[in-house]
Structure formats: structure tokens, C-alpha cells
């Protein structure tokens, strides 16, 4: 999770890109969620701030 820094490309607007930046984000949120819920298993409440306030950053 720490090596996704945002979307694939973003400053290129090039329609090659979208398909590629929409599977990464995907990706990401899928294993968010994932995240998400072991930390909510854990206990573990300050990663799951800073997951969350990562996908926020997303507009996710």
C-alpha cells in the first residue's frame, strides 16, 4: 500500500493511460478494504486512519 502514490500517469492526459490508472485504482481500493477490516480486527485504529485518510485523498 505504501508504494501506491496516486494515480498511473496523472499529470498525462492520454486516454492509453485511463484503463491502466482505473485497474490500479481498483486494485488499491480492493486491498483497502481488505486493510481495512483487519485493522478494524486488530484494534489497530491508527493505520486505519491513515488508510483512510489515503483513500480519501483519492476521492474515494
Known amino acids: 500500500m ?3 502514490t496516486g494515480r498511473y500517469l496523472g499529470d498525462l492526459e492520454a486516454l492509453w493511460a485511463e ?3 482505473l485497474r490500479l485504482e481498483e486494485l ?3 486491498a483497502a ?3 481495512q477490516e483487519g485493522y478494524a480486527k486488530s484494534g489497530d ?5 491513515e488508510l ?3 483513500c480519501a485523498q483519492m476521492g474515494h
Open 52 to 54: 483512510t485518510r489515503r
Open 2 to 4: 505504501e508504494h501506491y
Open 45 to 49: 485504529k491508527s493505520k486505519a486512519r
Open 33 to 35: 478494504v481488505v486493510l
Open 19 to 21: 484503463s491502466t490508472r
Open 28 to 30: 488499491f481500493l480492493s
